[in-house]
């Protein structure tokens, strides 16, 4: 392991471990171990105190898996694309290009359970909240349910369709639902696994590859035009958009290995924080202000006015109702000031933290924090008291090598949130 500290010792760290660019990394619920899976099909476990690796699983190679065709089951073939760990720390699971999802056990990196269902490879995991029932996307465009309750059920439970693409994104809320990205289907979707019904909500980005909950009524996205879009469960249209929320530096030197394509500053991750508990309400027509970041550049925030009853009414289009009532069944009701801390990474040596923020009937992102993080950041996560923001960062994005970012490194970066 090789530690690497840009400012203070507890400011900002650099750990090294994987030989390729990292793609993913999840924390467990007390703060105490992180998880990271990379392009070089290893997963290492730290410690978050120290910030020393505990354990290591490599890939297996070609020749050994020759040897030995059990193996596979064990130990991953090629990248890896996704990690999640169950909310009782349990079980960890990954999932990458060899189209299979390995469950392990936390505590001492042991193989428990392999899981073959989809046909392609394996996009994105999330578990369902304090329950052991695993949610999975892939690019076969599909999103599958599995169960890990006890070791004599441990299976396939149903297939949900309706993405036109590959999944690229996953999350889950407080209820039993999962909330999906479809890449360039350019759609989000919510699963109401009860219900057995799904909402959909049509983006304007040219291909949306991250989503995430602030809460069970707003959630935020990010895709290819660069843009982070805010939305709530009462509407279909978003209630928000920032364009542009990174931007091209000069000192940024990228190398692209097609000299036809575009470089774009995509959002490659998002992570979210939430604040206090708000419901998203019915946006009337915007109007645009000029407001001072915190960085000095103006920026230009869309404003709404809110009314949640005829919002509630008017939803009921498309494939099921609006989200009327919080998780006790009961409406919220919102107040005023920071609604949630928004972390966004892409590929210009920054990454960003946004305060959402509600004042009267507006809403926006305001910048809060910018952070030095050279290289593709391909996830983030916030520690479980919001002190610290995780970053999976890589020379290259975790889906392609369409381009390498020059002089970064393969690390988990750790930072710490300012209040």
Not at 311 to 340: F, H, K, L
Request: hydrophobic content about 30%.
């Amino acid at each position: 392991m090789d530690v690497d500290s840009e400012q203070k010792a507890d400011e900002s760290v650099r750990l090294r471990g994987h030989k390729l660019s990292l793609t993913c990394i999840c924390i467990d619920s007390k703060d105490k171990h992180v998880f990271t899976g990379s392009k070089d099909g290893s997963i290492i476990k730290w410690c978050f105190e120290t910030r020393k690796i505990l354990g290591k699983i490599n890939s297996i190679s070609t020749k050994e898996l020759e040897k030995n065709k059990k193996l596979q089951n064990k130990r991953h073939t090629n990248h890896i694309n996704c990690i999640a760990i169950s909310s009782d720390d349990k079980f960890l699971a990954t999932g990458g290009w060899d189209k299979l999802i390995r469950i392990w056990s936390p505590d001492n990196l042991m193989w428990i359970h392999t899981f073959k269902q989809h046909r392609q490879e394996i996009t994105a995991l999330t578990f369902r909240i304090n329950h052991p029932t695993l949610y999975s996307g892939s690019a076969d465009r599909s999103v599958m349910l599995w169960t890990l309750e006890d070791d004599d059920n441990r299976c396939f439970i149903e297939a949900l369709y309706g993405h036109e693409s590959p999944v690229t994104s996953i999350d889950r809320g407080k209820r039993e639902r999962v909330i999906t990205s479809g890449g360039r289907d350019q759609s989000i979707r919510i699963w109401k696994i009860v219900e057995q019904a799904q909402t959909v909500f049509a983006t304007k980005h040219e291909s949306v590859d991250i989503v995430r909950y602030v809460d069970d009524k707003i959630f935020v996205s990010g895709g290819e035009n660069g843009a982070i879009t805010v939305w709530t469960t009462m509407k279909r249209s978003s209630i928000f958009t920032l364009p542009s929320a990174h931007k091209p530096d000069d000192n940024n030197k990228i190398e692209c290995t097609n000299s036809n394509q575009k470089l774009n500053y995509w959002i490659t991750a998002l992570a979210t924080f939430p604040l206090k508990s708000n419901s998203g309400l019915k946006a009337s027509k915007p109007t645009k202000k000029k407001r001072k970041t915190n960085g000095g550049d103006a920026t230009d925030i869309a404003h709404y006015d809110y009314d949640l009853d005829d919002e509630a009414r008017d939803n009921s289009d498309g494939e099921d109702g609006s989200d009327e009532d919080d998780v006790d069944g009961q409406e919220i009701v919102s107040s005023n000031g920071p609604i949630a801390l928004v972390a966004s990474g892409s590929c210009d040596s920054y990454i960003k933290v946004w305060k959402l923020m509600k004042k009267g009937s507006n809403m926006g992102l305001e910048l809060h924090q910018t952070i030095n993080c050279p290289g593709f950041v391909n996830d983030l996560k916030f520690s479980n008291d919001g002190s610290k923001l995780i970053a999976a960062c890589g020379q290259e994005h975790r889906f392609g090598r369409w381009w390498k970012v020059k002089g970064s490194k393969n690390t988990m970066q750790i930072f710490s949130v300012n209040k």
